[in-house]
């Protein structure tokens, strides 16, 4: 079964307008991370957030993670239409070295 | 560098063919996975390997073979092909945590 379950499905929104992805897991993990996959390409690795970090920026990027309620949310701020992608977050299972991804949430941004 | 390559971009297989996706990278990863991806299902992992002649199962091993005789190589084999093999199938190699990506391979099985 899948370790991690994101939420929304699917997002529309405006260019301009913040974009936030929530991802849900349940086992204890070492780190959490968020892909992004553009149609038809492979996912790129966005950013990696540990299990002792609470939040962690990159440029435009924030992530959160809560260990306590298994859960971590991506920000995408001031969106543009080049960030319309299917993003999928990832934990590493402190049980082993394997990478389990979500279901992912399709980003759609209109110009 | 070219990162990691997969060849063939397209398949298209009868049902009880046997066929070979390949993988590649120059980046001298140790680790190296195979992903199959299915609408709403994300990425599930084959098998992986940890370095050369070392390799294991993934949560859906079922039907795919693996070898690892180089650290540049990591080919993914169907024995038997079934129509519930029709993916794409993204091999990826990981270091420093992070995985990096092929750009797929679309396989239909008929």
């Not at chain 2, 996975?33 to 084959?46: A, C, N």
């Not at chain 2, 540049?72 to 992070?98: I, M, N």
Request: aromatic residues 8%.
């Amino acid at each position: 079964s899948q370790q991690g379950e994101e939420d929304p499905q699917a997002l529309s929104i405006q260019e301009g307008e913040n974009a936030t992805m929530n991802c849900s897991y349940k086992t204890s993990i070492n780190n959490l991370q968020w892909y992004r996959q553009n149609s038809g390409r492979g996912l790129v690795h966005l950013i990696l957030i540990r299990s002792n970090e609470r939040e962690k920026h990159s440029g435009r990027l924030r992530v959160t993670l809560d260990t306590s309620k298994k859960s971590s949310s991506l920000l995408i701020t001031a969106s543009r239409a080049a960030d319309t992608a299917s993003y999928f977050c990832a934990t590493e299972e402190t049980s082993g070295s394997r990478l389990t991804f979500g279901e992912g949430t399709q980003l759609t941004v209109n110009p | 560098n070219a990162g990691v390559t997969q060849t063939p971009k397209f398949q298209v297989l009868k049902t009880g063919q046997s066929m070979t996706l390949q993988c590649a990278q120059d980046m001298n990863h140790e680790y190296m996975s195979w992903y199959r991806q299915d609408p709403g299902m994300g990425l599930r992992l084959i098998h992986y390997s940890v370095g050369a002649g070392i390799t294991d199962q993934g949560e859906v091993p079922n039907g795919y073979n693996v070898s690892r005789s180089t650290t540049e190589d990591f080919p993914l084999r169907l024995l038997s092909a079934a129509p519930s093999q029709t993916s794409v199938y993204f091999c990826a190699s990981r270091r420093d945590e992070k995985l990096f990506f092929g750009s797929g391979t679309q396989l239909s099985v008929l």
